[in-house]
């Protein structure tokens, strides 16, 4: 397996601020990493994959400008939510991809972090 | 749209075999079948993956029929701490979205 980190675990803030969620593989370097959001009662939605060195791809209808991904390190992404408002209250979850042939691409997901905009 | 299709909720009996079933019917030949599970308010678990022939490890077993149209998660004797939401994907094809998965309810 593989072990990942989020931090923080839950925040509380104020609208309008920002917010910066980290990701971190512990044990293994990732090349790749994804974000997902997930509402209550939901599925987990994908937002972005991160390629280290590289630009985040996101999905459609996520907003890159506001959801700023930034993966500078083969061990290390950040999400950060700019401008947060109520709406992006939600459970942030990142999850590393560990390849291990052609196709075989296994993701191990971090404990994610709770995000309650006031 | 997600290649996989599973069936919305189901239940065991503590400490009998959970048999959690998963079509996917278009999968292509150098796809894996994954599988993954969340427990309420925690990130997913990685619980087991198969290309065509069966595995098992200690979580779980895992069977994919010979057309490898269909797979069978099987955990083999279920706990309450079973319960949780178990998700299907195939990947690559999935491209790393997840469906609805099974709400896996283990009773006492």
């Known amino acids: 397996g593989a072990v990942v980190s989020q931090h923080p675990s839950w925040v509380i803030c104020k609208s309008g601020t920002s917010v910066k969620i980290e990701c971190r593989s512990l044990?293994?370097?990732?090349?790749?990493m994804f974000w997902y959001r997930q509402f209550p009662k939901q599925s987990l939605m994908l937002m972005a994959t991160?390629?280290?060195?590289?630009?985040?791809?996101?999905e459609q209808g996520v907003e890159k400008d506001k959801f700023l991904i930034n993966h500078a390190s083969l061990t290390l992404s950040t999400l950060t939510v700019t401008s947060a408002h109520p709406e992006d209250s939600s459970f942030y979850i990142c999850?590393?991809?560990?390849?291990?042939?052609?196709?075989?691409?296994?993701?191990?997901f971090g404990p994610g972090t709770r995000l309650l905009v006031l | 749209d997600a290649k996989t299709t599973q069936p919305p909720s189901m239940d065991c009996a503590e400490g009998r075999a959970a048999n959690l079933p998963c079509n996917h019917s278009?999968?292509?030949?150098?796809?894996?079948v994954y599988w993954y599970r969340q427990i309420h308010s925690q990130g997913p678990q990685y619980i087991i993956h198969?290309?065509?022939n069966n595995e098992t490890n200690e979580m779980a077993s895992l069977i994919i029929t010979e057309d490898r149209k269909s797979s069978t998660l099987i955990l083999p004797h279920a706990t309450l701490r079973d319960t949780a939401v178990y998700y299907c994907?195939?990947?690559?094809?999935?491209?790393?979205?997840f469906g609805a998965g099974t709400r896996l309810t283990v009773k006492p």
């Open positions: 999850s590393v991809q560990r390849v291990a042939g052609v196709a075989e691409e296994t993701q191990y």
């Open positions: 044990d293994f370097q990732a090349t790749t």
């Open positions: 991160s390629n280290e060195g590289s630009k985040a791809t996101y």
């Open positions: 278009t999968i292509s030949g150098n796809e894996y």
């Open positions: 198969g290309l065509k």
């Open positions: 994907i195939v990947s690559p094809g999935d491209d790393m979205r």
